[in-house]
Structures are given as C-alpha cells and as structure tokens.
C-alpha cells in the first residue's frame, strides 16, 4: 500500500507521521519526498477495518492538508515508465559505466545477440560494438556526445554516444557512463521516408483548444510511439475511444488490427469465449474459433471498461500481458500473441485493488502508461469547437448549410454541466438540427435536462412501446419537416433517405398537402 500525502512545510511533521505507523506496528518499506514537499509513504496492505482508522488520524496532525492512495511511489514510477521505454524501442540501446563495461540493454539488443541480459551485462562494450575507441572517448579531458558509424553483429549502424553526467554537489557534474542508440541502415530510411510524406496526424480530429485537452493530445501522441499498454481514464462520454483510435493510428501497428471488447456489456462466460475464442469441441461447436486477441494480432485490442472483469478473466488476461501466450477455451494449445492493450475505465481502480475487487499485478501491468481524460465541464474552451465540429459533419450528412450558433445558444452550451459529456453534446446537437427550420441555433433549439426551455420532446412517462414511441417521434419530425420540404425529393434529400422511403413514410402518416398546411 502506498500514501500519497499533501502538507505544510512544518519541522517534524514527518516524524509525527512515522510516530503513527509506529503506534499501528506498520512495517514502512519505502518513504520519499517530492521537491514539492509531498510525503509518500510505502508499506504492507493492511485491513480494511484498520485503515479506516489509520487514515482519520494521519488527517487530524497539524499541517496535513490531505491523504490518498497513490499506486506508485516516485522513484517506481520513473523505474516503470524507464523499463517500458527500454523495452518498447525497436532499436539496439545500451548503457554504460565510466569503464566502458555495460550496465543495461533492452530487448533490441538481447534478441539482435540471442543471449539473456545476464550473459551481456557486465562485458565490454567494444565487445559488441566496433569502429570507435570508448576508453578513449570516456578518459577524455570534455567528453561530448558524438554521432559515429559502427558495427553491430557484423552490421553498419549509425551510433548516437551521448555521454550521462551526474551532478556532485555544488562541484560540476562528473561523468557517470554513456548511453548508446543504435540504428541500422533500413531503420534510418524508414524513418527518412516517414519524413518526407505528407503529414497525416491521427489526433487532428479530437478538439484541444483547452489546456487540459492539448496536454492529454499531448502526452498520447508521445504514448502512441511505444508499446506498452495505455490505461485510459475517465467518464463515460469523455471521448476515450477516440484516443485509443488515434494512439492505434499513430503507432507501428497501425496498419493492423484495431480490434473492440466491451467488458461491461457482455456476460463474463461470453467476454472469455469472444476474448480467446474455443477450441474444437467446446460449446457443442465441431470447429474451433479465434478470439479477438488472434484478430489483433501485430495490432491493438481495445479493452472498454476493464474494471468491469471478472476476477477469473482479470487472471487469463494477466498471463497474455506477461508472456503473450493463453489457451483458447477447451484447447490445450498454447497460442502466442503480440498485441498491445489499450484499456479504458471510469472506476477508481487503486481503490478496488485496496477492496480486493481488481488484481494489484494486473493494475501495475495495464497501468504502465496512464491518461486522464477530463470531464466536458473542466474544459469549457473546447464546447463551441466540439459544437461547430458536430454541426458541421451533420450538416454535410443532411445537405445543408451548418447553421451559426447566436450569443444565447453559446452561452447555455458553455454554462451547462454536460453530466454525459462529449457523447451528450453530440446527441443534443444532432437532435436540435434534424428538428431546425432556421440558419442559427439558438437555445431554445437545444434541449436538455433541467435546461431553460419550455419543454422537451419526451413526456415524463411514456405511453406506447419503444416502436409505437420511435414512429410517433418519427410522425412529429416529418409533420414539422413538411411545410418547408414539401416535395418528397427535397424531404428525401434533407433526411438522406431515398425518395421511395419518404413516400411511403408520408403515405403511412397521412401527410400530404391536404392535411399539412404549407
């Protein structure tokens, strides 16, 4: 368990802290402070009952401001967020010390040598590496990054060297090592290629005028170049499939699979079957079946809701994200998988691993790259440009002008709380234009819970079934539409249906010009 813990710069207030876990007999593994003054603490679960206490008290010391759990210390999450870069870079990279011997590799290296990290650590790194003199370089008087060609495994590489200083004291920094990127001939004109197309940025659909949303594009454009799992979070509505479309699109696997499952809307037996698919036999089928994990293969598999997982199938997922293997329901076969998980919740999931309803080591591995997507109504800067964006994409489906949006209508938009948020602006909007006879909207077109309005379509009970209530809206619609689209060619155009569907459709209803004035 990990505190996250905001206070006043007080002498001994964390040793008022400490006097606590003390008193509770806790076992602190871990204590770091921020260079804001945040106190973070590291130490065993403890029950549920006994943090209940635990916490209230810890509250109470003069100049604590507030106390949450956090699911990593500092110092993990640079390790976690270093490891996952190491890892995901396709090209060779290696670390070095003052020597000249190397310290750490990542998995470009490991399988270009075919050994195991123990059997490459701690040797030379002219071992490896040819065609420039390391300890020449190191026992220099200014030691300066270079940019030199090499040989690895018998292969020309372009060799970025630059040196690592770490600062002494108040005496300048001293040369600790050098980190080594390395890449091949076909690497640099893959990326030359890149360089020179044209540009074609899959977030340029998402709307960021705000701070809040630039920082969120922002730091998923950096994420969508590597390739360990993304942990979207959020509310429902906030547009968190789009970014893991966009990351999908602007990643190496872009042009394979973007494949969906939505944990909270199927069955957990079901979730299984169409996760790993079945084996021969299974399910009374004679042929076997892939899952969605073999669909996305070399692509990414779109996980909505994870928190909603079984415990059973938080475990079955576990072991893909650890060594890509799993075995299809009723199949002994191993299969094996490279896929990365892009996964999505709006539930607080540090605080159900605490509960014990959400596995810690599967938080750890689907949380290595984590974004929060705020609500609507934190980045009121970008409403009117998601609003002019919707009008306009409806407009062109209707064949119709986009109407403007008058001073009152902005004014509502931007002021209203948006409990659905983008998912909701959407739908308003959509609903207000089908119904708009005008070239501006203005706010009494818009209608919405608890809005200024006169009143809304739907009454507070509903009368008929769901199709009796689908064909009245659709009567009332085509009732109001008529007037100004009196032809059944214009009607047609407008609603993008075709001219044999409006007739019928007027012919059922009992509209034409005699019983609709025009």
């Known amino acids: 368990m990990r505190l996250e813990i905001s206070c006043k710069d007080r002498l001994g207030i964390t040793q008022d802290v400490l006097d606590i876990l003390v008193e509770y007999e806790i076992n602190l ?8 003054g945040k106190i973070f603490l590291h130490f065993p679960n403890v029950e549920f009952a006994e943090f209940q206490h635990l916490m209230p008290k810890i509250r109470r010391i003069e100049g604590i401001e507030d106390v949450k759990t956090t699911p ?3 110092i993990e999450r640079e390790q976690n967020q270093l490891r996952a870069l190491l890892r995901t870079l396709p090209d060779p990279v290696f670390s070095i010390d003052s020597r000249g011997n190397i310290l750490l590799v990542n998995e470009a290296v490991v399988s270009s040598l075919e050994s195991s990290y123990e059997e490459i650590a701690g040797r030379e790194i002219t071992d490896l590496v040819k065609g420039f003199n390391f300890s020449r370089w190191l026992d220099g008087k200014q030691v300066l990054a270079q940019t030199q060609k090499v040989k690895f495994i018998e292969q020309d590489f372009l060799a970025d060297i630059l040196p690592v200083m770490v600062a002494d004291g108040d005496a300048d920094a001293v040369l600790a090592g ?3 990127l390395l890449k091949s001939e076909y690497r640099l004109g893959q990326q030359l290629t890149v360089f020179h197309q044209a540009s074609n940025d899959s977030f340029n659909e998402i709307q960021a005028t705000s701070s809040q949303m630039k920082k969120v594009v922002r730091e998923a454009k950096k994420m969508a170049e590597l390739d360990a799992p993304i942990l979207l979070v959020g509310e429902t509505g906030v547009g968190k499939e789009m970014i893991a479309r966009a990351c999908h699109r602007a990643s190496r696997r872009s042009s394979h699979e973007f494949v969906l499952l939505n944990c909270a809307s199927i069955p957990d037996d079901m979730a299984e079957q169409e996760l790993f698919g079945y084996g021969p036999g299974a399910y009374g089928q004679k042929q076997s079946k892939s899952g969605l994990l073999e669909q996305a293969e070399n692509g990414t598999l779109f996980l909505d809701e994870v928190g909603d997982m079984s415990m059973s199938l938080q475990a ?13 329901v009723g199949d002994a076969r191993e299969v094996v998988v490279n896929v990365r998980i892009i996964g999505t919740t709006q539930k607080d999931l540090a ?4 509960e014990g309803r959400f596995r810690e080591d599967l938080y750890y591995r689907l949380n290595v790259l984590s ?23 409806q407009s062109t489906k209707l064949g119709r002008r986009p109407p403007k949006l008058n001073k009152s209508c902005v004014e509502f938009l931007q002021n209203y709380p948006w409990p659905g948020n983008v998912r909701q602006l959407e739908n308003t909007l959509y609903r207000a234009l089908t119904l708009l006879e005008r070239d501006e909207l203005g706010k009494e077109d818009i209608q919405l819970p608890d809005s200024a309005m006169s009143s809304g379509y739907f009454s507070d009970e509903l009368e008929g079934t769901l199709d009796q ?3 009245r809206f659709e009567k009332d619609l085509l009732r109001r539409l008529y007037p100004s689209y009196p032809s059944t060619r214009q009607l047609a155009r407008k609603l993008g249906l075709s001219h044999t569907a409006i007739a019928n459709k007027l012919r059922e209803y009992g509209i034409s010009k005699k019983t609709v004035k025009v």
């Open 29 to 36: 593994r871990g204590i770091e402070i921020d260079s804001s």
């Open 351 to 354: 605080q159900m691993v605490m």
């Open 316 to 328: 079955k997922l576990l072991r893909v994200l650890q060594d890509g293997s799993f075995r299809r």
């Open 72 to 74: 990593f210390m500092p």
């Open 469 to 471: 209530e689908v064909k």
């Open 371 to 393: 974004l929060v997507v705020p609500p609507l109504r934190e980045r009121k800067a970008d409403i009117i440009g998601l609003a002019e964006h919707f009008l306009k994409n």
């Open 178 to 180: 050098a980190v080594l």
